[in-house]
């Protein structure tokens, strides 16, 4: 845990020497993308086999074997939201914000 923070910040301060972003912007940023993710495995508004989608993609992606099938389900649940369930995620998306 230690060396994932540890090398977060170490990221974050060299995309603040090249004149990318703050520490401050890039913290924002990571938490709001974590709460999203978060709502997309959770949120009830969404269909069961949706959520299931990006529970299980970020269960492969949180796991040590890297196949290319993380990807593949993450691609498939977003075009999912921005189908037909569009309405649905920018209710969630402007919650979460």
Same mark, same amino acid.
Do not use: Q
């Given at each position: 845990?230690?060396?994932? $923070?540890? /090398?977060? @910040?170490? &990221? =974050?301060?060299?995309?603040?020497?090249?004149?990318? #972003?703050?520490?401050? %912007?890039?913290?924002?940023? $990571?938490? /709001?993308? @974590?709460? &999203? =993710?978060?709502?997309?495995?959770?949120?009830?508004? #969404?269909?069961?086999? %949706?959520?299931?989608?990006?529970?299980?993609?970020? @269960?492969?992606?949180?796991?040590?074997?890297?196949?290319?099938?993380?990807?593949?389900?993450?691609?498939?649940?977003?075009?999912?939201?921005?189908?037909?369930?569009?309405?649905?995620?920018?209710?969630?998306?402007?919650?979460?914000?």
């Amino acid at each position: 845990m230690i060396h994932t $923070v540890t /090398r977060s @910040l170490e &990221l =974050a301060a060299v995309l603040s020497a090249i004149g990318g #972003l703050s520490l401050l %912007v890039f913290r924002s940023r $990571v938490s /709001r993308w @974590l709460r &999203l =993710a978060k709502a997309a495995a959770t949120d009830r508004r #969404l269909p069961a086999p %949706v959520r299931w989608v990006f529970r299980c993609a970020l @269960l492969i992606k949180c796991s040590p074997i890297d196949f290319g099938i993380d990807e593949a389900l993450l691609l498939v649940g977003v075009a999912l939201l921005a189908g037909p369930y569009r309405g649905v995620w920018s209710e969630i998306r402007n919650e979460v914000r």
